[in-house]
Nanobody
């Protein structure tokens, strides 16, 4: 089993920044993809960004391009989400997820991810 633990959420004013972390422990895989999703009240879980295990490829939701940056540290088993220029519409619970590599590219669908963290709340005030 893989355990994913997110941290770094909180309350921030519009235009501010937050950095989320997701630490993985337990069973490890040599190749995998990591992603961040978010879910606002009353809405479906939404893909935000993903990264390959090597960090060589990333994928972003259009509305966060240029504002959010995903990165990873394999040695620490941790993936980060740097969020800048935050907007009230970014308010949500943010989840990290891990997908075992199956030879296919980065995926936006939540159903393709195998392990999930418990989530961390991000609230952006206007």
């Amino acid at each position: 089993q893989v355990q994913l633990v997110e941290s770094g959420g909180g309350l921030v004013q519009a235009g501010g920044s937050l950095r989320l972390s997701c630490a993985a422990s337990g069973r490890t895989f040599s190749t995998y993809h990591m992603a961040w999703f978010r879910q606002a009240p009353g809405k479906e879980r939404e893909f935000v960004t993903a990264i390959t295990w090597s960090g060589s490829m990333t994928l972003y939701l259009d509305s966060v391009k240029g504002r959010f940056t995903i990165s990873g540290d394999n040695a620490k088993g941790t993936v980060y989400l740097q969020m800048n220029s935050l907007k009230p519409e970014d308010t949500a619970v943010y989840y990290c997820a891990l997908r075992r590599y199956d030879g296919l590219g980065l995926r936006r669908s939540a159903s393709t991810y195998d392990y999930w963290g418990q989530g961390t709340q991000v609230t952006v005030s206007s």
